[in-house]
């Protein structure tokens, strides 16, 4: 069975600082014409940071797409300093969001984020042999974060309580548990 959609047109009806918004026209297999809205995103990267202590580093912040404070691992988009510099932007994030630095990354997973509507794709690493930056990096304008640390059984118990909504957070969990 074919399942490929033709796409007949396209054109962008928002672009932002963070995403643009595309609606598409296709043509299905069977014939008939359909609509598509996506959400187009830059690459990003997201950080299971595991300290000295053998606990993992967590954010604080508010989300306000889903109004409410949220618990997520250190994460970013890649953007124009990176240059496609995956582990620059790893160890940018984790200097401008935990003020540490990683002495050992390695790549876990690459996924896509909302694949129903967005070409977001993430891909996560574990880091560990973190140490205090140097030199801070200024945080983004509009980011307010707050660090903690917890042990895998406390994340497991945050994930089970619905402490910890966010998929790429609850991934890294998961994988962090995998790892014993």
Do not use: C
């Not at 053998?54 to 250190?74: F, G, S, V």
């Not at 140490?131 to 801070?136: G, L, T």
């Amino acid at each position: 069975m074919n399942f490929e959609e033709k796409q007949i047109e396209s054109k962008t009806v928002y672009a932002g600082k963070i995403i643009d918004v595309e609606v598409m026209k296709v043509e299905l297999p069977n014939g008939k014409m359909a609509t598509r809205d996506i959400v187009r995103h830059m690459p990003a990267v997201a950080v299971l940071a595991i300290n000295n202590e053998n606990k993992m580093i967590l954010m604080k912040q508010w989300r306000a797409p889903i109004d409410a404070l949220t618990l997520e691992i250190p994460a970013g988009k890649l953007d124009d300093r990176d240059q496609g510099d995956m582990l620059g932007a790893i160890n940018r994030e984790l200097n401008e969001e935990t003020r540490y630095r990683s002495g050992k990354i390695s790549e876990i997973s690459s996924f896509y984020t909302a694949i129903g509507f967005s070409d977001e794709y993430m891909t996560l690493y574990l880091a560990t042999e973190l140490e205090p930056v140097q030199n801070e990096l200024p945080q983004d304008d509009d980011e307010n974060l707050e660090m903690i640390t917890v042990t895998l059984d406390q994340a497991l118990m945050m994930v089970n309580s619905k402490e910890i909504v966010d998929q790429k957070t609850i991934m890294a969990i998961y994988y962090w548990a995998t790892m014993k």
